[in-house]
């Protein structure tokens, strides 16, 4: 460490630290997002309507049954992964303020009072008796600040504050994420209710034919092969009742999980079949709502704060110059504490070279850099996943409205066959094999059906989730999150329920 001046004027010191500081400049490079050929539509959606604004459509909007909003408001309250994102994007805030801190000086404030004892009884050193106790008062202060020539700190505030904004992405994602399993567990809990409906349904239309199997019996008309094949076929259906009771369980207790309560039942609302017609994708979505994903933005956060720590690390390479100064106040007697002779300072400039480390600094710089390239091709690879994601969605969720179409339709043939089978059999114009196998794929089409109405309600979430949220811009959502954290979130928590005017 190199000395420049000791003393020197403290007015001067810090005129010649304020010019070097408005002097000073960032090394390294500039964030920027990577060049990426990104397609102006997503490979699977139609343009046969114009594309939606993105101002339309939000989850409570998506989800229209009042039920699910509830629950989904009462998550985004509750949920304890929530709870966790809101709490290090806390940490991440104060990480940012901390960082930004290092760009001013650092000014701490002393005071105190030295008692020293004298003995009244004579030592060596002290040949002649003493009558009288020493007091020292002092009342001073102390300052610090490193200038900021090459940009270090100011890159390290940078880092932070990006940081920051990915947590609060991730935030924003875990909001997202919350909204849609809640959903997914709603909708399979409705499906194993309307599964156990028709198990029942169907185990009662069972012992009715096999109470007129037993009678026909008795009669001489039936055989005991008939019997049997209509018992099995009265079993094959009660095998059924404890797999969907226990599938119904399990997704009241995963909802009151994700609601941050503990197992219990949970209130149901409308029907598989009514959610599937009020959930409704606008054509020629463009791709710019990628944009607005948070795990995306996230991404391109974090590549942007560790191409800012290159420079925090490239800066250790030079000379660093810091500013330091002390004074106040010393006296034995009281009432001289503040006169000036009493005063005391000093101030000095020091400049630190690096001069030998063995390489450490400039492995550093290295592995900023490799660090920062990593970011970058995670970053692409999250855009390119996002494409991806969104073009399954899409396509997915038109073949699997196809299939569920073509299923209802299936449905309805199967009801009329199985009609018509119980009646053929009752006038004994055909034997019981062809109740049998009606009854069979009847009830397997309406099990079916029930598959085919969950897989589509579960692909919109999926694209809701894969589009950032829907298709209301991520600006808007934000700023109502913001408003409702401050009118209605608990203070204990800060969760808000993104964009809902309900909330």
Not at 13 to 19: D, N, Y
Not at 67 to 93: F, M, S, T
Not at 210 to 219: F, M, S
Not at 404 to 412: D, G, L, P
Request: some cysteine; glycine content about 6%; charged content about 25%.
């Amino acid at each position: 460490m190199i000395a420049l001046a000791t003393p020197v004027r403290l007015g001067a010191a810090i005129a010649l630290a304020t010019t070097l500081a408005v002097a000073g400049c960032k090394v390294g490079p500039e964030p920027s997002r990577p060049e990426l050929p990104v397609p102006d539509t997503f490979r699977g959606a139609t343009d046969a309507q114009t594309a939606a604004s993105p101002d339309e459509l939000t989850w409570f909007t998506l989800f229209q049954d009042p039920v699910l909003q509830q629950l989904i408001r009462d998550a985004l309250a509750g949920n304890d992964d929530l709870a966790i994102a809101v709490a290090r994007v806390r940490e991440a805030r104060a990480a940012s303020a901390i960082a930004e801190s290092r760009l001013f000086p650092t000014i701490d404030g002393t005071a105190g009072i030295d008692s020293q004892g004298i003995p009244r009884q004579g030592f060596p050193i002290f040949p002649e008796p003493q009558d009288r106790d020493g007091f020292t008062e002092s009342i001073g202060g102390f300052a610090s600040w490193e200038i900021d020539l090459w940009g270090r700190y100011a890159r390290a505030a940078d880092a932070a504050n990006a940081d920051l904004l990915a947590l609060e992405l991730d935030r924003a994602a875990v909001m997202q994420s919350l909204v849609v399993e809640v959903a997914a567990a709603y909708f399979r809990m409705i499906a194993a209710d309307e599964n156990l409906e028709i198990t029942h349904r169907t185990i009662e239309s069972r012992q009715s034919s096999l109470k007129l199997v037993q009678a026909r019996l008795d009669q001489g008309i039936a055989s005991k092969l008939e019997l049997r094949q209509a018992e099995s076929l009265l079993q094959s259906a009660e095998l059924f009742v404890p797999v969907y009771e226990l599938d119904r369980e399990r997704e009241e207790n995963l909802i009151e999980l994700l609601l941050g309560g503990n197992p219990g039942t949970v209130p149901r609302g409308e029907p598989l079949a009514k959610q599937v017609e009020t959930l409704e994708v606008p054509a020629g979505l463009p791709s710019q709502l990628l944009e607005r994903r948070p795990d995306l933005m996230a991404a391109e956060a974090q590549l942007a704060a560790a191409t800012s720590r290159i420079g925090e690390a490239k800066a250790l390479l030079y000379p660093q110059l810091t500013l330091t100064a002390f004074g106040g106040v010393n006296s034995q007697d009281l009432s001289n504490l503040f006169d000036a002779s009493s005063t005391y300072w000093d101030a000095a400039l020091n400049l630190t070279i690096p001069i030998f480390n063995a390489g450490r600094l400039e492995a550093n710089v290295a592995a900023s850099e490799a660090r920062a390239e990593a970011a970058a091709r995670t970053y692409l690879r999250t855009v390119r996943n996002a494409f991806r994601e969104v073009s399954d969605g899409l396509v997915s969720l038109e073949k699997l409205r196809e299939f569920r179409k073509i299923q209802e339709s299936r449905v309805a043939v199967l009801t009329d066959q199985a009609s018509l089978s119980q009646s053929r059999y009752r006038g004994g114009v055909t034997s019981y094999l062809e109740v049998l196998d009606s009854e069979r794929q009847l009830f397997e089409g309406e099990q079916s059906l029930i598959a085919a109405r969950l897989d589509e309600v579960a692909a919109v979430g999926i694209l809701f989730r894969a589009l950032g949220g829907g298709w209301e811009s991520l600006a808007t959502e934000t700023a109502s999150a913001e408003a409702a954290a401050e009118t209605q979130a608990p203070a204990a928590t800060e969760v808000s329920v993104a964009g809902d005017p309900q909330a």
